[in-house]
């Protein structure tokens, strides 16, 4: 997971965040595939313009399709059951803490048995 954001509001500001951020820390974008689900604010002009003059591939699920990018809802998916980020927080600024840890922890600690037991940022290194 390379670029993320914590908000209280579905709101295109925050999509144009975490965008912005995976743009930013990536060290390389050729061949970057942004996915997401079919909501407006990924659909909107403002995204699909960034990724357009980046030229990052667009992959948008279809409404309740969520296996037409198997990976990125794996992440996900393991981000919530494993990391527990799927509760309800008692406050966006705790929310913003502990997905951040487990971000962290996914991308840094746990090795991945398809990555060769190495972590995400180890295999991401050593392509760059």
Do not use: W
Request: hydrophobic share 35%; glycine share 4%; aromatic share 8%.
């Amino acid at each position: 997971m390379v670029g993320y954001d914590v908000s209280d509001r579905l709101k295109l500001k925050g999509s144009v965040r975490a965008l912005n951020k995976a743009i930013y820390q990536a060290k390389n974008i050729n061949g970057l595939t942004h996915h997401s689900d079919i909501g407006i604010k990924y659909c909107s002009n403002v995204c699909t313009q960034i990724l357009k003059r980046k030229k990052i591939d667009i992959s948008i699920a279809e409404e309740n399709h969520c296996y037409e990018n198997a990976m990125a809802e794996g992440v996900n998916g393991i981000l919530k059951d494993k990391f527990y980020l799927d509760q309800t927080f008692d406050s966006v600024d705790n929310a913003k803490r502990t997905a951040k840890k487990a971000i962290n922890l996914y991308n840094e600690i746990r090795l991945h048995l398809y990555l060769a037991f190495k972590t995400p940022n180890m295999v991401y290194k050593l392509s760059a």
